[in-house]
């Protein structure tokens, strides 16, 4: 029987947005399909209603031709539905296996958990993915990415025959990547239904086959990938045509004196890490998850302690206890992980983005209120969040939506930075407004402040920062201008010893 | 902006659901016991709350950053015992009372010293250090009552404001507008909602956790400590061991009144409705009197009736925000 999916007229009000409105169309099994528009253009609430985790205001969801009634992702994963979000979903005290098969290991004759059996059904499905995961190893222990390996082997073992994918390369190295394509095709080549969301549009190009665009909640598009091409997705989804965002950068080429040197420091995680940065430089850290960039920003923010070696800022010598410390002397760090270390999601948009200059607007004993209100509007203003109020609660935002809170937090206008350090600060933001991040991040630095860049999108380093250092295993593996770096080169040096 | 007011309408909405259980709670004793709202039980409940509403207003503060202390109604027999020591030993009551204050924020930084500097449970520390208090209140006084016969004394607890409300219940009040203004207006009170909302986070935007929760601790100790100090001054005598069977009465309160057992949200408005509805709930039972044990069991399925709508209130937040901009429309 013909195998496809099909999404009819739905639509999903929350307060004060409509999330999505009439949405129609639809999948066949052996594609894969991307969702594509801005943040919050209601892709993850899409997947979320097809996963019985929301349910849709109006319309439904047919698969092979029965029309579904999800009410709990139960229903939905007896459909065949598995979506693998961005958030894992694995228990991490668990063993491999017994994720996989959670809720349905085999038994013995005796009632209790098969162990012999688990093991070797959970090695079966292993080996046809050609993995290097031993099924008693415990899933917390596993790298982002192959824990992510465990969730798709998990949809595989139900069978399921829809698999959703909501921004998985986001945490992702290239090499990584790439053994998620190969997943990924095989899926397809077995007749499943693949529905893939990135922002990243080169991937988009590279595993899918149709394309749906999505914008303010509406069905605007939908496109085979092999016959459009970037414009004319760009201009799907923003609605406008803006260029060649590297070319059209306006960057800063004048150089000041040394603003931030780094002498052989030695942490719990970094061995003789050495770099400089002047004023006016946009300085990149690439290297794959894991080569201890994120490390270098947070023993340089007091946020970790540093164990040898010297940090010197503005020509003195620094060890911050306290990132507050940090924060003082002028020192900004938009953090990699938001849910964890970036936000307070039961509050608003307001109180995340005052956060750290909340003694800066006081008035008397009081918190002046309409400052506090217009730093907020002034964020929401400059990366184009999408929300119905500065007092709507973070965690009801969109996922790329959160993330522009954050870099609105740490570039307001009360915050006196002199070096702002910007931990994967795009993950999960439209084409669009990164052209913004990158323009922010030039201005910033045309300013005569300095600016550290850590990014796991080669091409977004290499091309928006002045130089680039390469790190591995917690040590400086290269040190190369813009124009002298490649893709190719900067990778070469993140992978060699 | 047209959203600030279905968000403000939601707020008050959580509240007004509140105080409809509030109002159905003393209908319903009113009709079983027409006593019920009599001006000398009135008086009397305004009394009685007053203690439990005084530890509440410091319980509900540590419960919003993220801290509780389960030694707080230890804490206050402590106060109470201490202070009649002292007025006992011949020393002026209000230096006796200002001496006890200080004494309780010690202790609430032992608290914190064990929670937050050696990084144990809140729970246990607490609960351990209960225990230790307890002795301590027993060995101080060999387990007899204090008398404290100094007449100056009695003003705090028993007398009344304008001869009619009593003099606690009146102080309560003040303390609620007081922390009511610091948690909403200063920076102080912003900082308690963010370590409570995500501890992690706020350190990384130049907030101090440890601080702050040390100080919320230490403050839990000294309103602790005062309110043992005001029992004292209304019966005229420290006990060291009463009270104890209302261990949890604060922090109930407390999250009856829609402070998040998980932190980071709640407020004093909410707080002196969960005093309210606590207090009334009690007197009640005991208006009736019931039997003490069926009263224990009471307040127990009370506190569970709080948990559980602590529960739905962190699950269904979402909820309630779509209903009030269903109203809006
Ligand atoms: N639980 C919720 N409560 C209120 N509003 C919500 C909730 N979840 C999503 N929304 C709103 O619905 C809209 C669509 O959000 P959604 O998460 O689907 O966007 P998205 O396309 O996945 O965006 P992104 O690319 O940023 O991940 C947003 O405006 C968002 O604020
Ligand atoms: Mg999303």
Redesign the interface.
């Known amino acids: 029987m013909e195998q496809y999916l099909e999404f009819t007229g739905i639509g999903k009000a929350?307060?004060?947005v409509q999330a999505l409105r009439d949405i129609s169309f639809r999948c066949d099994g052996g594609e894969v399909l991307a969702l594509l528009g801005e943040n919050g253009a209601g892709k993850s609430t899409l997947l979320k209603i097809l996963s019985g985790d929301t349910r849709p205001d109006e319309g439904g969801i047919i698969i092979d031709g029965r029309p579904q009634q999800f009410s709990a992702p139960y229903d939905a994963i007896k459909a065949g539905v598995s979506v693998i979000y961005q958030e894992r979903q694995l228990v991490p005290a668990m063993s491999v296996m017994e994720n996989i098969f959670l809720g349905e290991q085999p038994k013995t004759s005796l009632g209790t958990i098969d162990k012999k059996a688990l093991r070797q059904s959970t090695q079966d499905i292993i080996d046809k993915f050609g993995l290097p995961i031993r099924p008693d190893e415990l899933a917390g222990r596993l790298s982002v990415a192959y824990q992510q390996m465990v969730e798709i082997m998990k949809a595989y073992r139900r069978n399921s025959k829809i698999i959703a994918f909501d921004e998985p390369t986001a945490p992702l190295a290239d090499a990584e990547i790439a053994i998620l394509f190969d997943l990924i095709r095989r899926l397809k080549e077995e007749g499943r239904i693949v529905l893939y969301v990135s922002h990243r549009l080169s991937e988009i190009f590279r595993i899918t086959d149709k394309i749906a665009v999505l914008k303010d909640g509406r069905f605007v598009k939908y496109l085979t990938t092999s016959r459009t091409n970037e414009q004319e997705l760009i201009q799907a989804m923003v609605g406008r045509d803006i260029g060649d965002t590297y070319a059209n950068l306006r960057r800063n080429d004048k150089l000041g004196d040394v603003l931030l040197e780094v002498c052989n420091l030695e942490t719990e995680y970094l061995r003789d890490v050495s770099f400089t940065l002047r004023r006016g430089e946009v300085l990149g850290l690439a290297g794959l998850v894991g080569a201890g960039r994120t490390e270098v920003a947070r023993a340089i923010?007091g946020?970790d302690a540093i164990l040898g070696g010297e940090i010197r800022f503005e020509g003195e010598a620094i060890d911050f206890s306290?990132?507050?410390d940090a924060?003082?002397a002028g020192i900004a760090?938009c953090?990699e992980d938001r849910k964890?270390?970036?936000?307070?999601?039961?509050?608003s948009i307001r109180?995340n983005i005052t956060?750290?200059v909340?003694?800066r607007i006081?008035k008397g004993?009081?918190?002046d209120r309409a400052a506090e209100e217009h730093l907020a509007e002034e964020a929401i203003a400059k990366y184009a969040i999408r929300t119905?109020?500065?007092?709507?609660?973070v965690r009801?935002l969109s996922g790329g939506n959160q993330q522009k809170v954050i870099l609105g937090?740490w570039t307001n206008s009360k915050m006196t930075t002199k070096l702002l350090i910007l931990d994967e600060p795009t993950k999960g933001i439209d084409v669009g407004t990164k052209a913004e991040v990158y323009q922010m991040i030039c201005d910033f630095a045309g300013e005569g402040f300095g600016v550290i860049f850590i990014s796991s999108e080669l091409t977004e380093v290499i091309n928006v920062s002045d130089r680039i250092i390469v790190m591995r295993n917690g040590r400086v593996t290269g040190d190369v201008t813009r124009r002298e770096a490649t893709e190719e080169s900067v990778l070469a040096l993140a992978m060699t010893d | 902006m047209g959203n600030d007011r279905s968000l403000r309408r939601v707020i008050k909405s959580k509240n007004t659901v509140l105080i409809a259980i509030l109002a159905a709670v003393v209908l319903m004793f009113y009709l079983l016991n027409s006593n019920y709202l009599s001006g000398d039980n009135l008086r009397g409940v305004m009394q009685s709350m007053s203690i439990t509403g005084i530890m509440a207003v410091g319980a509900a503060c540590l419960l919003i950053g993220g801290g509780i202390d389960l030694a707080t109604s230890m804490e206050a027999l402590f106060g109470g015992v201490l202070c009649g020591l002292l007025i006992k030993a011949g020393i002026p009551w209000p230096l006796s009372v200002l001496l006890t204050l200080a004494a309780g924020g010690l202790i609430g930084g032992a608290v914190a010293y064990l929670v937050a500097h050696l990084g144990m449970m809140p729970f246990i520390a607490s609960i351990a250090l209960s225990n230790v208090i307890r002795g301590v209140n027993l060995v101080m006084t060999n387990a007899q009552n204090v008398p404290v016969p100094t007449e100056g004394f009695w003003v705090l607890g028993s007398s009344n404001v304008l001869n009619i409300i009593p003099t606690p219940f009146v102080i309560m009040l003040i303390l609620l507008v007081i922390y009511g203004l610091v948690l909403h207006k200063t920076q102080f009170g912003r900082n308690i909602y963010l370590i409570g909302g995500n501890q992690f986070a706020a350190r990384l935007s130049g907030l101090s956790p440890k601080k702050i929760r040390t100080i919320l601790y230490v403050n839990n100790g000294v309103l602790a400590a005062f309110s043992g100090i005001v029992v004292a001054s209304r019966m005229h005598s420290a006990s060291p061991s009463s009270l104890s069977d209302s261990q949890m009465d604060a922090i109930t309160a407390a999250i009856l009144g829609g402070v998040s057992f998980m932190g980071g949200s709640g407020g004093m408005g909410g707080c002196l409705i969960g005093i309210l509805l606590l207090n009334f709930f009690n007197n009640g039972l005991n208006v009736l009197s019931l039997e003490s044990h069926w009263q224990t069991i009471a307040q127990g399925a009370l506190l569970i009736a709080a948990l559980t709508m602590d529960y739905f209130n962190e699950k269904s937040r979402e909820k309630s925000l779509k209903a009030g901009a269903a109203l809006k429309q």
């Open positions: 929350y307060p004060g923010f946020a306290e990132p507050k924060i003082e760090l953090p964890d270390q970036g936000l307070v999601l039961w509050r109180e956060m750290p909340l003694g006081r004993l009081f918190l119905p109020s500065i007092n709507k609660i009801e937090r």
